[in-house]
């Protein structure tokens, strides 16, 4: 494989920083402060690691102002080194671009429209009435389903479904073992025995959205299940059908949304977090890791359930007095009404 | 695509349901009460929504009797509107359906048996043995292991995963991504050093079975892994092997469930759910989401774990607090002993 | 299918254990204690199926020789039986082996290497640069991404995706639908629209991996994600970017791990557990069922959090009071300074 090498001016001029050092120097790739060697460009965006800088060996440093001032080495001086980082990552991805066309043994359903200027993989099958868009790549092994459109800048990593009726905005990046419109949970229940009904709606996502390995969004039942525009799944994520998530929300990894629950803008969903359905998650809110979702939240804050870690033998001693906790609570209160009786109530003004 | 249209007379006539209206309205489709538009059926199931019906703009709308009467508008009248709309949901589902025959894309082994009336898509494939029953549909890029039985009426979605000696009842849905009879975690310990165990069961599901996307249903070690009649399953649920899962057994996404555990009949296990391994849930189990199940459970009801949700300022608190209940409930006990001795014992009248 | 049937003598032989019975007994099979036949070998391990000794119709037994004293019927005697069982297991493994060759369907990249003891299943991709090593098996509809190395004696299932720049070591095992390499959940924020950071790190798993089915390994976002040798992951795992999971170290299903957190060897995460990022866990650590893992932990031994399960009507009172643990907490305080004010203080003494 060529080596990716940038000049340190073309990395200036790219992000229009102000360079310090030598500007004919070689830039093969990134690395952490405390990992980079000299052909390696750095950043410094968390004080936390402002401590790497005197012994960090990069090649140059992504720095602010102010930082660059505490550092003597070569350093790109720009206003975010973390969004500036992001920037130049692309340059250094190594990431296959696919070469538009149609695989020769990719299966194109006759009334499937698919752009000139779009890739399809190998063994890819495209149903009827289907539409991918300019510059678009499906990888290989895809299934896209009838009817389904894919817009523009899109990329499909290999081994990705979308079911029928799935509709994609713009730019969007969908990762491996993906599943979009996949039929939803929906069964009525006939004297114990579950009948199915026919999910007959569809998927939206906006433009911008990434979509994580092995994420799965299911088609809505009536209406579409609806993703707003830069909207980020991380992995393994769980959407049901007629949810709805706002613009510009981010979910980590393993969260799981029941159906029919409304999700803001902006909102940020740590790691293994559970909403139940039908419950409205207002703007800006933030839900730390695998925190149970049992109501609405109207107000943006951070939001948290569940019990710290403990070493496990202290830990059952703790849970087995959660299972008493309302007798607790309780016997609490009959201990102050017996104490008032004998002593003048002070509470009010002996703990701060 | 053709337009799915039905007169409300012949949905009447499906159901056996009471018209009131125009039998020549066509309907288009379905939508909630609040969604419906002149060309829709809606339907009333849940009461909460029946402050809708007044304003609702639904061609028709499938009711109660008893809701019918405090309704103006067009009805088809049935005793159980839920059911009734998941009966013509069905209609008016725009899943594509596969035409019988061979994908000539389609690799299946010269012992394998697939009925005429099934269909196999393209970049399927089929190994040696195995044996797809009458009207099944085996969708694109699956993968059916050797000796391995998909009963009639069976549909696999595009991209689903049967190992080889799975055994598939009838009418059974598979969404994509699901992988059947994978290797079960089997390893036995040998000083710090994991020896793997090989996976030698098989995996046995009943009739009218339904798996969601990107679950995961782990083969036997030694005998099967078994899910009952009626079982449904939604998406990213994982099961252990040898776990039994009773008849008409629901469970929602993300459920765990460890080796061996056996599930009665007629159990609602909610999202997130996990459940050890070697214990016994008994029939008619609810179970609420995220719930951790680290026992065996011998009475029917609802069972519940976790902490509800709080602001994150006064989580941080309460689970602090939790670490040291054991400390609480001792001093608590110190105290109400402290106290008898100073006043006359009244706890049991006190406190209603 | 051929019938696997080994003679008693063959088993003592192949595993050095001291044979009691006839050496020309035939078995075609392992099974439990109860469930075993006259044509099955089974075993004890666990002491608390002792009890089903007595009954046992299986044709041989693999026993301590302290539990064949109390056994009458035929044994193979070893110092470990479920080791030994692990060790036959692989006798009865009915799980079709793949001839060396690849696939007339397959498509391998003109510069991609693959060992001709090697086997690649149908409509498998292989892409530019890749190295399959010798004896491995890649299963059908794989896709084996730019310059990705599968060591010697590796098998993936059918349908796994690795992308491009992984390296797996020797005899790694990986189930259906797991993806390795996926581009990990990089995003920096401006303004609140999220840019997305190219993943340029690779994935790097040791020698004895076993990697289960549709579990997730993200590339590193500029180092490698690193699984060290002997680690066994079993289904519907997130390991994300940067993660480094040391020697022998097994986690259950659905496990998650966020981005950069360090692993120590020998450890053992149940089920469900969540692991925040950047945080460190030394060697011998084991975690219990679904815990929230917020810290680093630096001594061995067990870690739980959460909380048991209640029937839900008790859960609920449980659950609202923890809400109020930390007033609870304060009045308790309150009351203990109370009393000292009424009675003379005796703690220290009055409770074991």
């Given at each position: 494989m060529t080596a990716i090498v940038f000049s340190l001016g073309q990395l200036a001029e790219r992000l229009g920083a102000t360079l310090r050092g030598a500007a004919d120097t070689s830039i093969t790739g990134l690395a952490t402060l405390h990992e980079a060697g000299p052909a390696h460009l750095s950043f410094l965006a968390n004080p936390q690691y402002r401590k790497f800088l005197a012994d960090c060996k990069a090649g140059a440093v992504l720095l602010t102002a102010a930082d660059a001032e505490g550092y003597a080495g070569a350093a790109l001086i720009v206003a975010n080194p973390y969004l500036a980082y992001a920037e130049l990552s692309h340059l250094f991805?190594?990431?296959?671009?696919?070469?538009?066309?149609?695989?020769?043994t990719a299966i194109v359903a006759a009334d499937a429209v698919v752009d000139a200027s779009a890739s399809v993989g190998a063994y890819a099958v495209i149903e009827s009435g289907a539409q991918i868009g300019a510059g678009v790549t499906i990888g290989a092994q895809c299934f896209v389903g009838a009817r389904t459109v894919v817009g523009e800048g899109g990329w499909l990593a290999p081994r990705v479904t979308l079911y029928h009726d799935v509709h994609i905005g713009k730019r969007v990046v969908i990762q491996s073992g993906a599943v979009i419109g996949g039929e939803g949970f929906g069964f009525a229940n006939e004297k114990g025995v579950w009948q199915k009904i026919a999910q007959i709606g569809g998927v939206t996502l906006g433009d911008d959205v990434e979509v994580g390995s092995n994420t799965t969004i299911d088609r809505g039942a009536?209406?579409?299940?609806?993703i707003g525009n830069g909207v980020k799944l991380d992995n393994q994520i769980m959407i049901a059908h007629n949810v709805q998530v706002g613009d510009h929300t981010a979910m980590a990894a393993c969260v799981g949304i029941s159906g029919s629950t409304k999700i803001g803008k902006h909102c940020m969903l740590a790691g293994g977090v559970g909403l139940v359905g039908h419950?409205?998650?207002c703007d800006g809110v933030f839900v730390t890791g695998m925190t149970m979702v049992t109501r609405s939240i109207t107000e943006p804050g951070s939001y948290s359930s569940g019990t710290a870690m403990q070493p496990a033998a202290e830990w059952r001693k703790s849970a087995a007095r959660f299972r008493t906790l309302?007798?607790?609570?309780?016997r609490l209160q009959q201990l102050e009404k017996r104490l008032a009786a004998v002593t003048p109530a002070d509470d009010a003004s002996s703990d701060a």
């Amino acid at each position: 494989m060529t080596a990716i090498v940038f000049s340190l001016g073309q990395l200036a001029e790219r992000l229009g920083a102000t360079l310090r050092g030598a500007a004919d120097t070689s830039i093969t790739g990134l690395a952490t402060l405390h990992e980079a060697g000299p052909a390696h460009l750095s950043f410094l965006a968390n004080p936390q690691y402002r401590k790497f800088l005197a012994d960090c060996k990069a090649g140059a440093v992504l720095l602010t102002a102010a930082d660059a001032e505490g550092y003597a080495g070569a350093a790109l001086i720009v206003a975010n080194p973390y969004l500036a980082y992001a920037e130049l990552s692309h340059l250094f991805d190594r990431k296959p671009r696919a070469a538009a066309g149609v695989h020769a043994t990719a299966i194109v359903a006759a009334d499937a429209v698919v752009d000139a200027s779009a890739s399809v993989g190998a063994y890819a099958v495209i149903e009827s009435g289907a539409q991918i868009g300019a510059g678009v790549t499906i990888g290989a092994q895809c299934f896209v389903g009838a009817r389904t459109v894919v817009g523009e800048g899109g990329w499909l990593a290999p081994r990705v479904t979308l079911y029928h009726d799935v509709h994609i905005g713009k730019r969007v990046v969908i990762q491996s073992g993906a599943v979009i419109g996949g039929e939803g949970f929906g069964f009525a229940n006939e004297k114990g025995v579950w009948q199915k009904i026919a999910q007959i709606g569809g998927v939206t996502l906006g433009d911008d959205v990434e979509v994580g390995s092995n994420t799965t969004i299911d088609r809505g039942a009536l209406a579409d299940t609806i993703i707003g525009n830069g909207v980020k799944l991380d992995n393994q994520i769980m959407i049901a059908h007629n949810v709805q998530v706002g613009d510009h929300t981010a979910m980590a990894a393993c969260v799981g949304i029941s159906g029919s629950t409304k999700i803001g803008k902006h909102c940020m969903l740590a790691g293994g977090v559970g909403l139940v359905g039908h419950i409205e998650i207002c703007d800006g809110v933030f839900v730390t890791g695998m925190t149970m979702v049992t109501r609405s939240i109207t107000e943006p804050g951070s939001y948290s359930s569940g019990t710290a870690m403990q070493p496990a033998a202290e830990w059952r001693k703790s849970a087995a007095r959660f299972r008493t906790l309302d007798d607790m609570a309780r016997r609490l209160q009959q201990l102050e009404k017996r104490l008032a009786a004998v002593t003048p109530a002070d509470d009010a003004s002996s703990d701060a």
